[in-house]
């Protein structure tokens, strides 16, 4: 057995678990990160999913080392990619032009940008990065987790990690389980939350769908047709009761509406003039760059039907939205089998769109679709690993509920609440996709929020700190507190969480049941990282459904 002793180990390489330990190195600490793939970065590259952000992300009121990460992105592109000048220039350059987001990316670019952010922590030894290692076993004494130990995938290898601060960044909240730290599964009842669009009854297994994404490009006149799925049949057969039909169509549920709508790949629909499905998460648009010296033209295509050359658009669409069998609180047969039949849908969807889908103009299939699994790093062409949209939570020394957030659930007008401890901020509409218990969405408007330090604090252990989706905030606040940016931001936090209390000599509750030292934990997160803490109350009282589609800079600082 290899043995290893830091002063915080951050276990999953995330978004939220790559922040938390860039942090804690930042402030003086040395850090293990251990991560369960061979890449960095969760949602945004192992998941393949682009940044879902707030209009704000480009100012201010965005982290700055969240914005350095975005920042170096761009910069990857103009360094390495035959970019026409126009958009090379532009600095608010998306690589994608997807609409989704105003950085749509390649995953591995991310990966890039990550390990470049992380390179001269290495090198001073400050950071050690521990790949294809998962938790197996963690060592508690009382309230506190003394150790973890890793399966090393590669050989099977056991590895023991010693660390003073744990913190869990992993997708569904491994440790919490490992370590026996109290925590909650699926969907709380009203009776226990009072919130306004929870389940009347609490369900553990009322679980957000999982989506297994994967790339793709069209090569018109080719044949890519992949092998027929085994549950392909089953997939067209199959249908949920809050569907309007099979998945393996065009048609699906709007998620704040619930109206049925119909999207096409390629073109947008006149019966609901929804935009096309390509251009919503195309993470690379081949009319920006030059090729043989010529720029194309024009950027971007005018019509929706003109697919570029060197066009990559993700598939992270509702048909892929996996709600069969959860995750959480089932044993191992069943949660290999929610994996498995999750990766069958999204090549079934795939299969259709290749053989059978109607096309607008007549006919059916697109067998040019071809699967790009040199950009997700995989053999097969599917994201190393799903999209996971919910996780373990702790109970927490305060936990953040729809009445704290929501628009319906609070006063007119009053804005979301106002935390004296607030660590960071987040803004994006509660969106809770499909479930394991048979639930539509739940899409609802809410105000820009605060992340609160007593979100970040179980009630029992000490030393243990959650970096991911897996803080103080029920099954319907976790639906605006999963994002990308707000990830980070909490990692961030953990991380800077974990350094005050080592350097303070202190628990990190007691730094937030001291005034005194709250507020220079604050002044330090803001003065030192750059951390911003608080909305504007124009920004804060206005319902995010109500904010510009477009990138605001407000005051922008530089990355």
Known sequence: MTEMRCAVLVVGGGLGGVAAALTAARLGHAVVLTEETDWLGGQLTSQAVPPDEHPWIESRYASQSYRRLRSKIRDYYRRNYPLRASSAADALLNPGLGYVSPLCHEPRVAVAAIEEMLAPWRALGQVTTLMRHRPATAHCTGDRVDAVTFERQTDGAAVTVTADYVIDATELGDLLELAGVEHVIGAEGQDDTGELHAARHPDPLDQQAISWCYPLEHRDGEDNTIDKPAGYNGWRARVADFWPGSQLSWRDVHPITLASRERYIFDGTADTGERDLWRYRRILAGNQFVRDGVAPSPVPAADPREIAQGDVSLVNWPQIDYWELPLLGVDEETRQGALEG????????????????????????????????????????????????????????????????????????????????????????????????????????????????????????????????????????????????????????????AAESLTAGVQPRAIRADATRLADFQRRLESVLGVPLAWPDEIRTAPCGRHPATPQLVDPAPA
């Open 342 to 497: 999750a990766r069958d849908l999204s090549l079934s969807f795939l299969y259709w769109m290749q053989s059978e889908a109607p096309r607008p103009g007549g006919g059916h299939g697109y067998p040019g679709l071809r699967l790009r699994p040199d950009a997700v790093d995989t053999v097969d062409g599917l994201a190393k690993m799903p999209y996971i949209r919910e996780s373990r939570r702790i109970q927490a020394e305060f936990t953040v509920l729809e009445q704290h957030v929501g628009v319906d659930a609070r006063a007119d007008g009053a804005g979301s609440e106002v935390f004296e401890d607030s660590v960071g901020l987040g803004s994006y509409r509660i969106d809770l996709h499909p479930s394991t218990a048979g639930r539509t969405y739940i899409d609802v408007d809410c105000y820009p929020f605060q992340i609160p330090l007593g979100a970040l604090l179980p009630v029992r252990v000490e030393n243990l700190l959650p970096a991911n989706k897996n803080i103080g905030t029920t099954h319907i606040t976790n639906g605006c507190y999963r994002l990308h940016p707000a990830e980070w931001s909490i990692g961030e936090a953990a991380g800077a969480l």
